[in-house]
């Protein structure tokens, strides 16, 4: 969903400009999977979710987060180009799909959550289908379920499927914050689905489990910090490499745990690949990054040195908040 900061979380943000990473370095697989790419389809214009296939390696699934239809698109990182166009059908008309995530079971799902007139709407969706063994374009009948948060509707742009246990998360989001919110053991469908609030996150544009289910990355437009997770509930957490992208939107890890995938929204957008520490996909520290993928000026602790961040994302967080001030002063008149 196309949503952006106030004023004065952006003038907070041009402070500490300088703490800003300015990308991160590919780093190839024998074949050229995996690594960093740009996604070419003309069609995938605002990549809002990202989900690293298990059946296909090096395969990427992604879609649109409004008025595209019930599309999923499997994107190859070897070359950015689309190889599988998924229609679902056996759903309504999706309204503002915001992430995918794979399941362990195979399925992958798809969270219609996101909310445009903040958080006023009673009930949001998730979609399930198997991941395809063929990647070809196809149809294929989707289960459709109905989802509500215990405490009042929610903006949300964040879908989770935890890799060992199948339970869904979703991460809310606000201004001050948002929550994690945990659903029931397994999703019904002819009954609505309560997700309840289990945990405080900050402002959050998606996330991912580690393929063990021992860590969870969330990142934001300008940040990610990664959490120990366990028995359901976030624990300790430390800041994540992130690459700054002119709309940052999506995360996954790679099916091997080795490196998270960053994606961002666009024409042409870019998918960055930063590597992960000895630990990664184990529930450890891994996240911090390494060395490979460390960006200019970059102290090693998920937080930049004064000349990390390029000239343009200084200009990009000037415009920003030029246009809530104007905005906010234009109101004011």
């Given amino acids: 969903m196309r949503s952006y900061l106030t004023v004065s979380g952006a003038a907070a943000l041009l402070l500490f400009a300088g703490a800003l990473p300015a990308g991160a370095a590919a780093t190839e697989s024998g074949d050229g999977a995996d690594r960093s790419f740009t996604i070419e389809d003309p069609r995938i214009t605002e990549s809002s979710g990202l989900a690293a296939s ?51 079971d195979g399925n992958l799902y798809v969270g219609d959550i996101g909310d ?39 903006d949300a742009e964040a879908l989770m499927v935890h890799p060992t246990t ?103 957008s870019d998918v960055v690949r930063v590597d992960l520490g000895k630990d990664a996909g184990r529930g450890g520290n891994g996240a911090r990054g390494g060395d490979s993928s460390a960006s200019a000026g970059d102290t090693g602790d998920g937080i930049g040195g004064a000349g990390g961040m390029s000239l343009s994302g200084v200009l990009v967080l000037v415009a920003v908040a030029a246009f809530f001030l104007m905005k906010r002063r234009r109101g004011q008149g």
Avoid: C
């Fill in 116 to 154: 445009n007139l903040n958080g006023s709407w009673d009930h949001v969706w998730i979609y399930r289908f198997p991941e395809p063994k063929e990647l070809k374009d196809t149809t294929v009948r989707a289960t459709q379920f109905d989802v509500k948060y215990a405490d009042g509707p929610r």
């Fill in 166 to 268: 199948g339970r869904v998360y979703i991460a809310s989001k606000n201004e001050n914050g948002g929550g994690l919110y945990e659903g029931p053991a397994r999703l019904a469908t002819g009954s609505v689905n309560v997700f309840r609030r289990v945990g405080e996150v900050p402002w959050v544009t998606d996330g991912a489990f580690s393929p063990d289910g021992g860590e969870l990355v969330l990142r934001s437009y300008f940040s990610a910090r990664a959490y120990a997770f366990r028995s359901g509930r976030l624990g300790a957490d430390h800041a994540v490499r992130a690459p700054f992208q002119r709309q940052a939107e999506s995360v996954t890890y790679t099916a091997d745990g080795s490196a998270l995938m960053f994606g961002s929204e666009g024409e042409r």
């Fill in 54 to 104: 298990r059946a296909h390696p090096g395969v990427y699934w992604t879609h649109n987060d409004s008025d595209d239809g019930p599309y999923v698109y499997a994107v190859d990182s070897r070359t950015g180009r689309t190889v599988a166009t998924i229609t679902m059908s056996g759903v309504g008309r999706p309204r503002d799909v915001e992430a995918v995530s794979l399941g362990p």
